[in-house]
Nanobody, 116 residues
Framework: QVQLVESGGGLVQAGGSLRLSCAASGRTFSSYAINWFRQAPGREREFVAAISWSGGPTYYADFVKGRFAISRDNAKNTVYLQINSLKPEDTAVYYC?????????WGQGTQVTVSS
C-alpha cells in the first residue's frame, strides 16, 4: 500500500511560481510511476504530468507548454511539481497518483489558487 500526501499549494499572483510536493509512505514507492492531475471547479479531473518509476521518462499535458516540471527523489519518497508562470486558469486542486499495474493510489489534493 502507498499513501500519498500533497503539499505546497497556496494563493499566488499570476506569473508566480509554486513547487508542489507529493510525499509517499510505503517501501515500494520507488517502483511506482507518479502522475499529477488537477481538477478545477465544475470541471473534470485532467492529467498534468507523469514521471516513470526511475525518474527517467516524463510526460506533460499540452497545456503545460514548458511551464511545469516534474521530478522525483526516491531517497526521500517524494515527487515534485514545479509550476512557473502561473495563470488564473491553473487554479485547481492538484492531486498526485501512484500507479503500478493494477495498483492505483491517490492523495487528498492541494489547492492552488492564482489571482489575476
Amino acid at each position: 500500500q502507498v499513501q500519498l500526501v500533497e503539499s505546497g499549494g497556496g494563493l499566488v499572483q499570476a506569473g508566480g511560481s509554486l513547487r508542489l510536493s507529493c510525499a509517499a509512505s510505503g517501501r515500494t514507492f520507488s517502483s511506482y510511476a507518479i502522475n499529477w492531475f488537477r481538477q478545477a471547479p465544475g470541471r473534470e479531473r485532467e492529467f498534468v504530468a507523469a514521471i516513470s518509476w526511475s525518474g527517467g521518462p516524463t510526460y506533460y499535458a499540452d497545456f503545460v507548454k514548458g511551464r511545469f516540471a516534474i521530478s522525483r527523489d526516491n531517497a526521500k519518497n517524494t515527487v515534485y511539481l514545479q509550476i512557473n508562470s502561473l495563470k488564473p486558469e491553473d487554479t485547481a486542486v492538484y492531486y498526485c497518483n501512484a500507479e503500478k499495474g493494477e495498483y492505483n493510489y491517490w492523495g487528498q489534493g492541494t489547492q492552488v489558487t492564482v489571482s489575476s
